[in-house]
Nanobody
Framework: VQLVESGGGLVQPGGSLRLSCAAS????????MSWYRQADGNERELVAR????????NYADSMKGRFTISRDNAANTVYLQMNSLKLEDTAVYYC????????WGKGTLVTVSS
């Protein structure tokens, strides 16, 4: 299993970013996918989860209405569209799949700063 995140970077408050996670090594369309994040000094927290077919999504309360998770099963890729970014969204964002055990990518850094 391999998960490779991309799309992080530096953005001003109120700005937007779109993260991508390219997956391989398992049948992508059969598994729910998740995004987590971890800020310095904090525990890793769930950001959003999407069902295998994409019809069911869940978000942490602080991300509802600002973040959108989606997936393209033909491309084996899951996305996280992040709008109205805040300073407190600064973190390393990780892609996750539970394929027997939890697998994680290396993460992509999102820095929200003016």
């Amino acid at each position: 299993v391999q998960l490779v995140e991309s799309g992080g970077g530096l953005v001003q408050p109120g700005g937007s970013l779109r993260l991508s996670c390219a997956a391989s090594g398992f049948t992508f369309s059969r598994y729910a996918m998740s995004w987590y994040r971890q800020a310095d000094g904090n525990e890793r927290e769930l950001v959003a989860r999407i069902s295998d077919a994409g019809g069911i999504t869940n978000y942490a309360d602080s991300m509802k209405g600002r973040f959108t998770i989606s997936r393209d099963n033909a491309a084996n890729t899951v996305y996280l569209q992040m709008n109205s970014l805040k300073l407190e969204d600064t973190a390393v964002y990780y892609c996750n799949v539970r394929y027997g055990i939890d697998y994680w990518g290396k993460g992509t850094l999102v820095t929200v700063s003016s």
